[in-house]
């Protein structure tokens, strides 16, 4: 699923690890979610959009994937 999670991350200033730490998850993970090799659960989904002030539709978009650019 295509994510605008790193963009987000890099305008708030935050470090992959801070990321994790703030929404409770391994910088691994972080990692794997930006480069579109982990979808992440809803509840997961749910406290980045809130990390990030935004709607889990301004994160995340699920109509399009890998095979759609």
């Known amino acids: 699923m295509k994510n605008d999670v ?3 991350r890099e ?3 935050l470090s992959q690890a801070d990321l994790a730490a703030a929404v409770g998850v391994t910088r691994q993970t972080i990692n794997a979610i930006e480069r ?3 979808d992440p659960s ?3 989904a749910f406290k980045l959009a809130r990390q990030f002030d935004c709607r889990i539709e301004e994160l ?3 109509e399009l994937d890998d095979d759609s650019d």
């Open 11 to 13: 305008e708030a200033g």
């Open 6 to 8: 790193r963009a987000h």
């Open 42 to 44: 809803i509840e997961l």
């Open 36 to 38: 579109d090799r982990y």
């Open 60 to 62: 995340f978009d699920p």
